[in-house]
């Protein structure tokens, strides 16, 4: 888990230092037109789940943070099957939890983050 955090930490700090807009893959892919509107990417579990999370009074944020968070896993899959993405990996949403995020689903966002972080600064070396 703190491997997650500060890899997540480290790819956060590029995208607020500006260093994120640039392209350096100019033809790389772009990212499903659905990514604009995350329920569209809900499994029929999870927008199950997503209306649930809406119903409970109790806890009102817990919607939104369940959305930014499978969004998030989304988005890395994609990177996951499409490398070239990598470089249009926004940084983790503020929310993102781990609570809605399996273990593998957890490797695949260290992954996607590896990946973005390396689109972004080339190789770094020791």
Do not use: W
């Not at 604009?36 to 999370?53: G, H, I, S, V």
């Not at 009102?60 to 998030?72: F, G, I, V």
């Amino acid at each position: 888990m703190h491997k997650l955090l500060l890899v997540m930490s480290a790819v956060a700090c590029l995208a607020s230092s500006g260093r994120a807009n640039i392209d350096p893959n100019p033809g790389a892919q772009a990212f499903p037109p659905n990514v604009q509107n995350p329920l569209l990417n809900l499994t029929p579990d999870e927008r199950a789940q997503y209306q649930q999370k809406l119903a409970d009074l109790a806890h009102p944020d817990a919607a939104q943070k369940y959305l930014d968070t499978r969004n998030y896993v989304f988005l890395c899959n994609q990177i996951d099957s499409h490398p070239s993405l990598a470089v249009l990996l926004p940084a983790y949403p503020d929310d993102f939890t781990l609570t809605y995020v399996t273990q593998t689903e957890k490797e695949t966002v260290i992954r996607s983050l590896k990946a973005s972080a390396y689109a972004l600064l080339g190789p770094v070396s020791a």
